[in-house]
């Protein structure tokens, strides 16, 4: 197995576990969060999604999905454009409304395959390139990957926890 393949993997899952969390959810659900201050589902994906897109974007040296194909004048949040929700007060994290789940998976899906499209054009030497330096040591490719694996894994799980607390809550 080659590295792009365990890459693959991995996203892969993210993306199932996204759609778990998501689908079936009302506009209500999506958007409340389970106490005041805290991450609704919808800022949640949302924010793992724009974490996804400008990383990948930048190490692939593309443009963002939500850039280029539209997406943020789609969710028309009222945030800078290269906002991705890193540092985010309550206030901003209340902004991230969606009106359906279709809109955050379809914005997840089209980052996901652009992810795909260019871990499956990696070979395991690339993921020895430098992509940041601000950083000691400076973040390989490789390295900058497993971090967006690692949080996107997080933050789809506390979009799970999040979904299982509004659904208990209805019960």
């Known amino acids: 197995m080659h590295s792009k393949d365990v ?9 199932e576990e996204v759609h778990a969390a998501v689908e079936g959810l009302s506009p209500d659900d ?16 949302w924010h793992l999604t724009r974490i996804q897109d400008d ?18 004048d789609r969710f028309a949040l009222g945030l800078p454009a290269r906002d991705t929700g890193y540092g985010h007060t309550p206030g901003k994290v209340a902004q991230v409304r969606v ?14 395959e652009r992810t795909l499209a260019f871990v499956g054009g990696l ?11 601000n ?15 690692a949080d996107d894994l997080q933050h789809v799980g506390q979009a799970a926890y999040v979904r299982g607390l509004l659904q208990r809550a209805d019960s």
Do not use: C, K, M
């Open 135 to 149: 950083w000691t040591p400076a973040v390989t490719l490789g390295v900058r990957l497993v971090s967006v694996v």
């Open 7 to 15: 890459l693959t993997d991995a996203f892969g899952r993210i993306r």
């Open 99 to 112: 009106d359906s789940g279709g809109l955050l998976l379809g914005y997840h899906d089209a980052v996901h």
């Open 55 to 72: 990383h990948v974007a930048d190490a692939a040296g593309q443009e963002q999905v939500w850039l280029a194909d539209g997406w943020a």
């Open 30 to 45: 999506l958007n409340t969060p389970p106490q005041d201050g805290a991450n609704s589902v919808s800022w949640l994906v």
């Open 123 to 133: 070979h395991d030497n690339d993921l020895d390139r430098i992509v940041d330096e």
